[in-house]
């Protein structure tokens, strides 16, 4: 909402300090985004006629201009903007102007063809915000003068608020003034309503069909009506308001809507066949709007039509073109109505027709605010058609839905108190609140009062308790209620699963990887990519693009484009992780609907192979306290299928370790071995780490010895591991494969595994034919998994 | 022989023999030699050694007893310098071998980098520890979520117009529209109501979701951090404190914070919070609020017992400020050469 500070002091003594204007302001909730001055005059731009226009063969996007400044001269400029004719008065800025972006007119031209002079839009001046080609100022300016004087223009400043929601009444002066004059101490006038006495009565009828959706309904009409510009001051509001004057009619609505915060529609009254009907539209129906669009219609909008049945608006958005004013228009039908918001917001939206209307009937409008409005239209109309006749017996439907006049809300001293942290007493807070129009009905002195607080009308938004007490804040100022530091009565910490996974975090930056981001939104077709299955992969019902409809099940298909793209960038030692969360369909029966959310952990590097992928997984294993075993007798797809783990306890899988699969390498375009470690933190991360017995230290002395076996490549050193610890019993303290060899001297499906074991008693020396039988034993049991002894 | 003489010829003799020792000592090359020669010194019948049994030949008491002291002097001053040359072997030993095991460290020096945390884990954290100083714990959910944790419990029912400034994605997972990714942290205040009953003191930074198209200031997948106290006596001057001791904790003590009046469905008094820098700048930074009666009660808590208030704000934007990135979308590229900056 622009706020422009000259109009503003039309509802009170505001003053023009700006600073002190904008900071009250946004104290109120009512925040500046920006202040800009407007007005300024330019030395030197003066009104002129235009003569006649002429194309030039040779300049296509120019043409050119032949003015009058005033001493009957003619005068050539060149103009990059075609929307003046002849007879238009427009501004010239003369030789030697300086623009108010700082550029100084000249008489250099173009084709050899001097101009002098610049025709200036609104925008250059400084006059609109926005503008489609040059100014064309009001007929009645005298040739030659200084724009400025002519118009009338001061310097002024316009503060840009940004209204939310819960504050429709701001998205008109009147509710801006009025708050602002709540915290100043200024006493607030809203404007004037019409004076002369109603003409004989003429009205036309109204029947509300669908009454849910529109519970009320004025149709004021007025003869006497002459189409043309607007004053200019009204003009020059508006256009200072970022809103294009269009003719006195549309502009005098405008400027009510901008008052007010209650828009209106003028219908020309000859054009509107026998009254009005408001229903909702039929399925394949069409309305021309305004903009010259023909809109198909749904019966979810609601439409004004006229006695025949004709749609001839869309109610609360757009009007139809069939009862436009026009230069004619003699009797203006004026339409001042209230709309249930949501209805309004939904055929906005769906027609991507957003309006200065809809917006204020979405957001809430006064619905007793009807009779203002329409007097109000009458004096600013009436500035510009002197013989305008207000019609007497108006029509003015109202139905059940239409809300109350007043809304009474219990408000607990107590409560304000309580939540605000102050000790106000129940006057000063009906005090403060009927600076606003929030009248208490009833009050007492004790200090557990409830007050029974009137909401007046053009508050929807203020329906119970808390917002009557935001209302209270607002008013105090949020900056004198104080700032405490709660005295927190929980002890600050990480839970012990944030801590593990800070401490898995440092594990794996000091093993050299570097934290990635990728999107968690993939393409279709890319968890296959990654040698993965779409069956249990989530799609977004509204996704951006199709490239990101996919939810991820995997922190893969992200680190392998990340690859790429560092590879393609001709990036060294890419070792990349992630630790985030991926998102599998779930059973449909899960608790709450949810799919099988959980937090994962990838790790990968390229040019690397499954030994670092171990090493990772050793490292934090140990530094975790994780347990798991390698399982290479299932793969897990996307990996190598001859180079990869699953990390298995029991039945459950807590991760994956390896290679990736190098088909899936060839579809990332990497033609190296990348090394994968994925491990699931959801499971390992909650599982709280052994805290370990304290058991004595054998004093006894310790005796090793290795064992070097021949053992089949199809069975594992895993296996054979596990089996020796299994026969070496709990005197068997130490367990290391130490050497792995394969080559000459051993069978070509073999190799040799050379363990060093270390045998101890907590409670003696072994003797020698006690390590001699444990010794034994741990052949044996190696021999039944075809591992024998080396020579 | 005279017994004199014989006295005289005997300690001339030992005197003898131990010059040759200790000339011989002198000049061993080695150490083996060294050795070998102590050997032969400590011999039964080496010259010294030999003595031993000459000095029962002598008559008187006196007699031996002096040749006797001669004898042990000798012998304790040949131990003496066979250990001194001993020593010096040795020394010379070790410094032959220290010399000859020079390396190179530099040459053996390899480059082993840490990894790089990215910017925004390290500003997440940087948050949670602030806030962790301040008595709070860390409450985390899921983000994938139902539409009633993300807008229903938090006073935004079906029809509610505020719906649809959340650009909302939704997913094709159970009913229609019922299943979505969070577009805020605030679902997680529900959880945390549900599950930790008051007293509550937990800062939620997590991931969230919003259709919004990238550019240099928005990414459509980012990072918020919220907080949530509820407790008993609450009140809108222990939000704004709070947000004072934040913003001097976080950003240094020369840091100043308000708070100014906006709207939120699901805080009321609801407030934007704004820092101001030591130059007077304000910079916005967040919403905030007492938490609002109806979101109490979807939490399960008596709004008229206990009181709280809710904030947050954007985690990526401080990563993004504090780094001076330009364009957010940098961020994640997860291009090296970014990521190894930090």
């Known amino acids: 909402m622009k706020i422009l500070n000259s109009w503003l002091n039309d509802f009170g003594a505001f003053g023009t300090n700006v600073e002190k204007l904008a900071e009250a302001l946004t104290s109120l909730g009512l925040a500046v985004e920006s202040v800009t001055t407007v007005g300024t005059p330019v030395k030197g731009v003066v009104v002129a006629k235009v003569l006649r226009t002429e194309r030039h063969p040779d300049a296509e996007k120019v043409h050119r201009v032949y003015v009058d400044a005033g001493d009957g001269k003619e005068l050539h400029v060149w103009c990059g903007a075609f929307n003046m004719k002849s007879g238009d008065l427009i501004p010239l800025a003369t030789l030697g102007t300086t623009m108010p972006d700082g550029r100084i007119i000249t008489a250099r031209g173009i084709l050899g063809i001097e101009s002098h002079g610049m025709l200036c839009s609104g925008t250059e001046l400084g006059l609109t915000a926005d503008a489609d080609g040059i100014l064309i100022l009001p007929s009645n300016l005298k040739l030659g003068t200084d724009v400025f004087a002519a118009l009338g223009i001061k310097q002024d400043s316009v503060f840009d608020l940004d209204v939310t929601r819960n504050r429709p009444d701001c998205n008109g002066y009147l509710g801006v003034a009025r708050d602002l004059g709540a915290r100043l101490g200024i006493k607030v006038v809203a404007p004037s309503g019409d004076k002369a006495k109603k003409g004989v009565s003429r009205s036309m009828k109204v029947t509300i069909v669908d009454k849910s959706r529109c519970a009320r309904y004025n149709m004021t009409l007025m003869s006497g009506v002459v189409v043309g510009d607007s004053p200019s001051w009204i003009a020059q509001r508006l256009a200072n308001c970022g809103m294009r004057p269009i003719n006195n009619v549309v502009d005098a609505s405008n400027l009510v809507m901008l008052e007010l915060n209650q828009p209106t529609h003028a219908f020309d009254a000859e054009k509107v066949n026998n009254g009005f009907k408001i229903r909702c539209a039929r399925p394949g129906e069409t309305l021309l709007t305004l903009d010259g669009q023909v809109r198909d219609l749904e019966s979810s909008d609601l439409l004004i039509c006229d006695g025949k049945d004709n749609a001839i608006g869309l109610a609360g958005v757009m009007g139809g073109a069939s009862t436009e004013i026009s230069e004619q228009t003699k009797t203006v039908a004026l339409e001042t109505a209230w709309f249930e918001s949501s209805g309004v917001a939904k055929t906005a939206t769906r027609l991507g027709l957003k309006s200065e209307a809809s917006m204020r009937f979405e957001r809430g409008v006064d619905p007793y605010g009807v009779d203002h409005a329409v007097s109000r239209f009458a004096v600013l109309l009436r500035e510009s058609c002197p013989d305008l006749v207000v019609h007497g017996g108006a029509a003015d439907a109202k139905e059940k839905s239409l809300p109350p006049k007043q809304k009474v809300v219990s408000l607990r001293v107590g409560q304000v108190n309580r939540i605000l942290g102050v000790k106000l007493s129940a006057k000063a807070i009906s005090v403060m609140l009927a600076k606003i129009g929030f009248a208490t009905k009833a009050t007492s002195a004790a200090k557990s009062a409830t007050l029974k607080i009137a909401v007046p009308s053009w508050r929807p938004d203020c329906e119970t308790e808390i917002d009557i007490v935001e209302e209270v804040a607002r008013h105090y100022g949020y900056e004198n209620l104080g700032k405490i530091v709660p005295q927190s009565t929980m002890h600050g910490r990480l839970s012990p699963l944030q801590q593990r996974r800070r401490d898995i975090r440092e594990v794996v930056l000091s093993m050299g990887l570097s934290e990635a981001m990728p999107n968690p939104f993939l393409a279709p077709g890319d968890l296959v990519k990654a040698g993965l299955s779409e069956d249990n992969a989530i799609r977004l019902s509204n996704p951006l693009v199709y490239e990101e409809s996919v939810l991820r099940t995997s922190l893969r298909p992200g680190l392998l484009k990340a690859i790429s793209f560092n590879i393609s960038h001709r990036a060294s030692k890419i070792s990349l992780f992630e630790l985030g969360h991926v998102y599998p369909s779930g059973s449909a029966d899960s608790a709450e609907g949810l799919p099988d959310e959980f937090e994962s952990l990838c790790l990968v590097a390229v040019g690397e192979t499954s030994s670092l992928a171990l090493d990772w997984w050793s490292q934090i294993s140990s530094v975790m306290g994780f347990g798991a075993q390698l399982d290479q007798a299932s793969v897990e797809p996307g990996y190598h299928p001859k180079r990869s783990a699953i990390l298995r306890r029991g039945k459950q899988v807590l991760g994956c370790v390896g290679e990736i699969d190098p088909r899936v390498l060839a579809q990332h375009q990497i033609n190296t071995s990348v090394a994968c470690l994925e491990l699931n933190l959801s499971v390992l991360l909650a599982e709280t780490p052994r805290i370990a017995t304290a058991k004595s230290v054998s004093r006894f002395p310790r005796s090793d010895f290795d064992l070097a076996f021949t053992v089949p490549n199809s069975q594992s050193a895993g296996a054979v591991m596990k089996a020796l610890r299994q026969a070496g019993g709990s005197e068997l303290v130490d367990l290391e494969l130490f050497d792995v060899y394969r080559g000459a001297g051993l069978p070509n499906d073999s190799r040799s595994l050379t363990f060093r074991l270390c045998l101890q008693a907590s409670d003696r020396t072994l003797t020698d034919a006690e390590v001699t039988a444990i010794r034994q034993k741990c052949l044996n049991a190696a021999a039944k998994l075809g591992a024998l002894l080396r020579n | ?342």
Not at chain 2, 12 to 25: C, D, Q, T, Y
Request: charged content about 25%; overall charge negative; glycine content about 6%.
């Open chain 2, 1 to 342: 022989m005279s017994e004199q003489n014989l006295v005289g010829s005997m300690t001339a003799a030992i005197n003898e023999a131990k010059e040759s020792a200790m000339l011989a000592i002198r000049s061993t090359a080695d150490l083996a030699g060294l050795r070998a020669l102590s050997a032969d010194l400590n011999k039964k019948d080496s010259p010294l050694n030999s003595f031993k049994s000459e000095m029962g030949k002598l008559p008187s008491v006196e007699d031996k007893r002096s040749i006797g002291q001669l004898l042990n002097a000798a012998a304790t001053e040949i131990a003496a310098a066979l250990e001194s040359r001993t020593r010096e072997f040795a020394d010379s030993e070790i410094s032959a071998r220290i010399e000859s095991e020079s390396l190179d460290l530099t040459e053996l020096l390899v480059q082993r980098r840490r990894g790089h945390s990215h910017i925004v884990t390290q500003a997440t954290q940087r948050l949670e520890d602030v806030f962790i100083g301040l008595g709070f714990q860390i409450a985390e959910g899921p983000e994938v979520e139902t539409d009633f944790h993300n807008f229903e419990a938090l006073n935004m029912p079906k029809s509610h117009p505020a719906r649809s400034e959340f650009d909302t994605m939704f997913l094709e997972y159970g009913e229609p529209n019922s299943v979505l990714l969070r577009t805020h942290t605030s679902p997680v205040q529900i959880r945390v109501m549900k599950s930790w009953k008051p007293p509550i003191y937990a800062i939620m930074p997590g991931r969230v979701f919003r259709r919004d198209t990238p550019d240099a200031t928005h990414m459509p997948v980012f990072h918020q951090i919220e907080g949530l106290v509820i407790d008993r006596g609450i009140t809108f001057a222990h939000l704004a404190g709070t947000i004072e001791a934040f913003t001097k904790a976080f950003f240094g003590s020369e840091f100043t914070s308000r708070l100014r009046p906006s709207f939120f469905p699901f805080t009321e008094p609801s407030a934007e919070f704004d820092i101001r820098r030591a130059d007077g700048e304000w910079i916005e930074l967040g919403g905030c609020g007492m938490v609002h009666p109806n979101v109490l009660i979807s939490g399960g808590i008596d709004p008229e017992e206990f009181s709280g208030f809710a904030f947050g704000f954007g985690i990526d934007r401080m990563a993004k400020e504090r780094h001076k990135v330009e364009d957010i979308r940098e961020m994640y590229t997860n291009d090296l050469r970014f990521l190894r900056q930090f």
